[in-house]
């Protein structure tokens, strides 16, 4: 899954760290999240999206749907 956290975090100049603590779940999950090996619980996508003031498909896209959304 594709995601826009990195992005997102950084527009707010936090660190990974601080994510973690908002989020209360480790640095090492944010850094999963964001490259792409872990996709997060359900509960913890909406946390994310309230956190960010965003919906969780302006965060989150699924990989097939963004290639079927770009010309071949």
Partial sequence: ??????ILRAE???SQAD???KLEVSRQSVNAIE???YDPSLPL???LARLFSTTIE???TDEDSD???QPS
């Fill in 58 to 60: 302006q965060i989150f």
């Fill in 1 to 6: 899954m594709n995601n826009r956290l990195r």
């Fill in 12 to 14: 707010r100049n936090w």
């Fill in 19 to 21: 994510l973690a603590q």
């Fill in 35 to 37: 490259t792409g090996k």
């Fill in 67 to 69: 290639s079927e959304a």
């Fill in 45 to 47: 996508a909406f946390k």
